[in-house]
T-cell receptor, first 117, second 113 residues
Framework: EDQVTQSPEALRLQEGESSSLNCSYT??????LFWYRQDPGKGPEFLFT???AGEEKEKERLKATLTKKESFLHITAPKPEDSATYLC??????????????????FGQGTILTVHP | DGGITQSPKYLFRKEGQNVTLSCEQN?????MYWYRQDPGQGLRLIYY???????QKGDIAEGYSVSREKKESFPLTVTSAQKNPTAFYLC????????????FGPGTRLTVL
């Protein structure tokens, strides 16, 4: 069974204080690992897809990296507007039914990030 | 602008009532999904559909039903058989010929009174 564990559950930072969020996963053949940002009361907003170990992607103050067992979301010099819940999800190549891949995502419980001015 | 819309944003239901949540997309995406989100838990898959007139159960389909009569629409009915329906419901979609990432709507918060 695919599993995703995110840590820490909550993270409080001062504006400008860089840090990292962790996503550990076990999956039977990784097709993709995804990072989403979710603001309170809203739907998740897609950030990144990572496909293989060693891959990195960046967007503004965010950088996502991937190893064979975990992914990190690095936040450099965060601002208060970066405050949100960050979700990690994985999709396995074996996520199929009736021989057709249906793209099931397995999500972690999220990390609540709060950045204080 | 292309996107996914869900309505209503808030929904209140009395015990024993069925309610239907709307999900519409104009992204020309093939596959559509329904997830449920509870505090402190990851999103869980309820139902999914890859083509019109076809859909499959996800991990927690009991007490829910769906239809896919049009490519753009994938409504979810929460029936009285669902024992704990209070949750945040999210609809997502993706293009089968594109990347594996799914794109989400704004969500519907259902509260059972």
């Amino acid at each position: 069974e695919d599993q995703v564990t995110q840590s820490p559950e909550a993270l409080r930072l001062q504006e400008g204080e860089s840090s990292s969020l962790n996503c550990s996963y076990t999956v039977s053949g990784l097709r993709g690992l995804f990072w989403y940002r979710q603001d309170p009361g809203k739907g998740p907003e897609f950030l990144f897809t990572l496909y293989s170990a060693g891959e990195e992607k960046e967007k503004e103050r965010l950088k996502a990296t991937l190893t064979k067992k975990e992914s990190f979301l690095h936040i450099t010099a965060p601002k208060p507007e970066d405050s949100a819940t960050y979700l990690c999800a994985v999709q396995a190549w074996g996520a199929s039914a009736g021989g057709t891949s249906y793209g099931k995502l397995t999500f972690g419980q999220g990390t609540i990030l709060t950045v204080h001015p | 602008d292309g996107g996914i819309t869900q309505s209503p944003k808030y929904l209140f239901r009395k015990e024993g009532q069925n309610v239907t949540l709307s999900c519409e997309q104009n992204l020309n995406h093939d596959a559509m999904y329904w997830y449920r989100q509870d505090p402190g838990q990851g999103l869980r898959l309820i139902y999914y559909s890859q083509i019109v007139n076809d859909f499959q159960k996800g991990d927690i389909a009991e007490g829910y039903s769906v239809s896919r009569e049009k490519k753009e629409s994938f409504p979810l009915t929460v029936t009285s058989a669902q024992k704990n329906p209070t949750a945040f419901y999210l609809c997502a979609s993706r293009r089968l010929a594109g990347g594996p990432e799914q794109f989400f709507g704004p969500g519907t918060r259902l509260t059972v009174l």
